[in-house]
Nanobody, 122 residues
Framework: QVQLVESGGGLVQAGGSLRLSCAASTRTYAMGWFRQAPGKEREFVAGTSWNGGRTSYLNSVKGRFTISRDNAKNTLYLQMNSLKPEDTAVYYC??????????????????WGQGTQVTVSS
């Protein structure tokens, strides 16, 4: 069993930055960030393999968001720059302890955090 705890969400103006963190209770293989806006389905934002050798991003966040991880701390990060109102959502951390091929699909992940709210005002 893996526990995931997100932090770092908040309210920011458009164009601003936030860094999300996700602390895992144990080592994991792939980790990712998903988000869910009101009335919408949960969508993939970014994912990374255990050593960062493979990363994947939602097209609309490429060049603005950066996913990284510190395996010594079992912690995943999402640096979000140039935030837009459409980035407003609850952001969820996800993890899996086995090798997966597709980082960008919900079913690749077995463990989920509780979510952290990100609100971007215009």
């Amino acid at each position: 069993q893996v526990q995931l705890v997100e932090s770092g969400g908040g309210l920011v103006q458009a164009g601003g930055s936030l860094r999300l963190s996700c602390a895992a209770s144990t080592r994991t293989y792939a980790m990712g960030w998903f988000r869910q806006a009101p009335g919408k389905e949960r969508e993939f934002v970014a994912g990374t393999s255990w050593n960062g050798g493979r990363t994947s991003y939602l097209n609309s966040v490429k060049g603005r968001f950066t996913i990284s991880r510190d395996n010594a701390k079992n912690t995943l990060y999402l640096q979000m720059n140039s935030l837009k109102p459409e980035d407003t959502a609850v952001y969820y951390c996800a993890a899996v302890t086995k090798v997966v091929v597709l980082l960008s699909i919900l079913s690749s992940y077995d463990y989920w955090g509780q979510g952290t709210q990100v609100t971007v005002s215009s």
